[in-house]
């Protein structure tokens, strides 16, 4: 149930027009006074404007991350009080759920049931460390008799964390709760395209608890800023979602200094079906695979491959049903699909689908941009599925990054993994199967971070996320990503009561 205070507050957010970033607990504007626009993706129209941050902005949010990680005032915290403190981010979020739910529409243009599910999930993730953080220890080892050794976790501290614009409150959810959870501090860079939710974030978390500078969040862009975060001396680790061209150059700069990364980057996931699969919950399955979030899903299941003896049958009915998916106001329930980022990224999906028909592909359903009534300003693709394409295509190779499925025929098994793995990703991937053993079997075989066996669904709290090859690397939302923001310091003593000698002088 919601107070009148917090009323109060959502009353207030929503007739905000400015956003202020956060250094050291402060609201602060950037110190040129230049904003950042924030658009309506569904409508065109201006959302907000943002403080836009200088290098001397990112300058005082590193110093003031130091400081509160140097002095320990966060990271001494008994583990109790850190995780009360995480539970008390989520109780916060969940009380101002509809307003981050409605921005984070506003922002994105994403469709209402998406950014609720991703709200959800992000409240959830910090509930999720608040516990998971209480059982992240170290260990006691064996070692020879009249040795001793035991290891300690402890925070790896200042981090850097930036972030991409497809799901902005999720991705910062992911990112600064394991972090805080170990006690780290953090500096976090929402993408330019969608950055307010995360500044609300790092406010619920000032009001929540944490002790000013623990959580900053800085609003500006990638190649300034992001980069400056990513070469600044004082900064012990960099955590990045995005795509993997950035991630390489991240890559780079971060290996002057030896720091610690997570890379989570872009995929081209396959989902397969096989001839014994339940046709209707295949099809179901890969049209949420590739539709949801309007295809702008690191894990979009953009590659379908379906055996050549259900083709036909299986084609029938995704079609059919893809044709039924609604385009439109992003907050009418029944919208399925939402809008496109921006201009670029709609021209990018476009050129795409018209390379491919230049190259012989067939545009079974949409291969346009849309035009939803009431939304002409917007930016909308229609849900495209294209056939008569091979592995030589950009279409089959490149992540597109918007509703847009490529779909092939496979004779057997080994057919199935040997496409399902010729790509230089390898981070999500379905197979749709009734028989167990065989599902068991392919997933063993299939390169991915992530295999869905008869389900629509990649991930919860709990569950590992992140890719193999060029997908990156570290695992997110799970128990270990806690070990990505720790170093493990092994104490050895010896409790003799001989004195050693080695050399033997
Ligand atoms: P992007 O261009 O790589 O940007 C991601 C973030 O990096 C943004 O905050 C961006 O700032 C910043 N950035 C850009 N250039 C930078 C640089 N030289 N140094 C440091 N930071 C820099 O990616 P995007 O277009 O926003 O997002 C889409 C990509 O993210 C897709 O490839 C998708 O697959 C991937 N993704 C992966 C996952 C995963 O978990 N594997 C999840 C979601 C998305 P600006 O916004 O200011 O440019
Ligand atoms: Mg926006």
Not at 167 to 194: E, H, N, R
Not at 272 to 301: H, K, M, P, W
Not at 379 to 384: A, L, Q, R
Request: with cysteine; proline share 4%.
């Amino acid at each position: 149930m919601t107070t009148t205070r917090e009323n109060e507050i959502e009353q207030e957010n929503m007739k905000r027009e400015f956003y202020h970033m956060i250094i050291n607990g402060e609201k602060v504007k950037g110190s040129t006074g230049e904003t950042i626009k924030s658009y309506n993706p569904a409508t065109g129209e201006l959302v907000a404007e943002i403080a836009k941050a200088t290098k001397d902005d990112a300058e005082k949010a590193v110093e003031a991350a130091r400081a509160a990680f140097d002095t320990g005032k966060w990271k001494k915290f008994p583990v109790g009080r850190r995780s009360n403190v995480l539970n008390k981010i989520a109780a916060i979020m969940r009380s101002r759920f509809n307003e981050l739910v409605e921005l984070e529409v506003l922002d994105t243009g994403k469709s209402l049931h998406a950014a609720q599910g991703q709200v959800t999930q992000a409240i959830e993730d910090f509930e999720f460390y608040a516990g998971a953080i209480v059982g992240h220890r170290g260990a006691v080892n064996n070692v020879p008799g009249q040795f001793h050794n035991y290891t300690e976790k402890e925070p790896v501290g200042v981090c850097a964390q930036i972030i991409p614009w497809n799901y902005p409150l999720m991705m910062a959810a992911w990112k600064v709760a394991p972090a805080i959870a170990v006690g780290c501090s953090v500096v976090l860079k929402p993408a330019s395209l969608t950055p307010i939710t995360a500044i609300i974030l790092g406010e619920i978390c000032l009001e929540a608890g944490v002790p000013p500078g623990v959580v900053n969040v800085v609003t500006g862009s990638g190649s300034e800023i992001g980069n400056y975060l990513v070469e600044h001396h004082n900064v012990d680790k960099v955590a990045f979602t995005g795509s993997t061209p950035v991630g390489k150059d991240i890559m780079a700069s971060a290996s002057q200094s030896l720091k610690r990364i997570t890379l989570e980057l872009g995929g081209k996931s396959p989902s397969i079906v096989f001839e014994d699969a339940d046709i209707t919950s295949a099809v179901d399955g890969s049209l949420f695979g590739i539709f949801y979030n309007s295809g702008q899903s690191c894990e979009a299941r953009s590659r379908l491959y379906v055996h050549e003896s259900i083709y036909d049958e299986f084609m029938d009915l995704f079609v059919e049903k893809a044709k039924k998916l609604k385009l439109g106001d992003p907050f009418n329930k029944g919208t399925h699909v939402g809008a496109i980022i921006d201009q670029n990224q709609l021209e990018s999906i476009d050129n795409y689908v018209q390379s491919a028909q230049k190259e012989g592909a067939n545009v079974l359903v949409g291969g346009n941009i849309a035009k939803p009534e009431g939304h002409e300003n917007g930016f909308w693709y229609e849900p495209t599925i294209i056939a008569n394409v091979n592995h030589d295509m950009e279409i089959v190779k490149e992540e597109v990054f918007g509703p847009v499925v490529v779909v092939m025929k496979f004779k057997d098994e080994k057919e199935a993994i040997q496409l399902a793995n010729d790509t230089d990703f390898g981070l999500g991937s379905a197979i749709w199967s009734k028989d167990g053993a065989r599902a068991t079997r392919v997933a063993n075989q299939i390169q991915a971070g992530i295999v869905m066996i008869n389900c629509p669904f990649s991930a919860f709290p709990g569950t590992p996320f992140g890719g193999y090859k060029q997908s990156g690397f570290g695992r997110e939302l799970c128990i270990e990503t806690l070990d990505l923001y720790s170093e493990t310091k092994s104490i050895l003593s010896y409790y003799g009561s001989r004195p050693l000698n080695p050399f033997g002088l």
